[in-house]
């Protein structure tokens, strides 16, 4: 799965079409370690959504009622378009933990996955949101809205006292494609940001398994 994963990237990256929406996801190394040395239990973290083309009271009012904790909504330009920015939190949630412990109104959660190669960083949409977004979408504007529209970015953000080791694959860092594994080494204090490629997107909207795009030791 993974290597076909790699092969649809790679011939997809000069095909990148824009999204109706995106989400930035703020990953903290130090998060990621507590995870990793506990069995259950999942910890908030904080990501920015921009939607598109989303002006009116009455438009951002739906995106508040369905989507938990947002907060700092504010009017913002994209591609010489309006869009509408919000902050809301996110669930990370640990190796043994299930995924039916995130609210049923989180846009999103990361899962972290142990394999035999160490432990992996997985996500997916909230189908309960989604829907939600799906069936206002087609009533108010004769549309169809899946987890495709939607772009995932993550900051990858060491804040440790040592060094951080890790591997990604389907996606752009930094805005360099990388279709197949990258290995990558954050200094303390260092940052990165890691683009969900479209094809990984594609995959996590249709498969039921969790796809880790990031591991670690």
């Not at 987890?147 to 993550?154: Q, W």
């Amino acid at each position: 799965m993974k290597r076909f994963i790699g092969l649809a990237f790679f011939f997809s990256i000069l095909i990148f079409l824009a999204c109706d929406g995106e989400v930035t996801v703020n990953l903290y190394v130090q998060d990621l370690l507590e995870l990793r040395s506990i069995n259950t239990g999942f910890i908030y973290t904080t990501a920015n959504v921009v939607i598109s083309n989303i002006t009116k009271d009455s438009e951002k009012d739906f995106f508040a009622s369905v989507i938990g904790n947002v907060s700092n909504g504010h009017m913002v330009k994209e591609e010489n378009s309006d869009a509408y920015s919000f902050d809301t939190k996110i669930p990370l949630i640990g190796k043994n933990n299930p995924v039916t412990a995130i609210a049923e109104n989180d846009l999103l959660f990361i899962k972290m996955i142990e394999t035999s190669d160490g432990f992996g960083i997985a996500y997916q949409f909230n189908e309960i949101v989604l829907d939600k977004i799906h069936s206002w979408v087609k009533s108010e504007y004769n549309q169809d809205f899946s987890a495709e529209d939607i772009a995932v970015n993550i900051i990858m953000n060491n804040d440790s006292v040592d060094d951080f080791s890790f591997t990604a694959s389907s996606v752009y860092i930094n805005g360099a494609a990388y279709p197949f594994e990258k290995n990558n080494v954050l200094k303390r204090r260092e940052n990165l940001t890691i683009q969900v490629s479209e094809v990984l997107n594609m995959a996590v909207g249709t498969d039921s398994d969790m796809l880790p795009f990031i591991m670690f030791k």
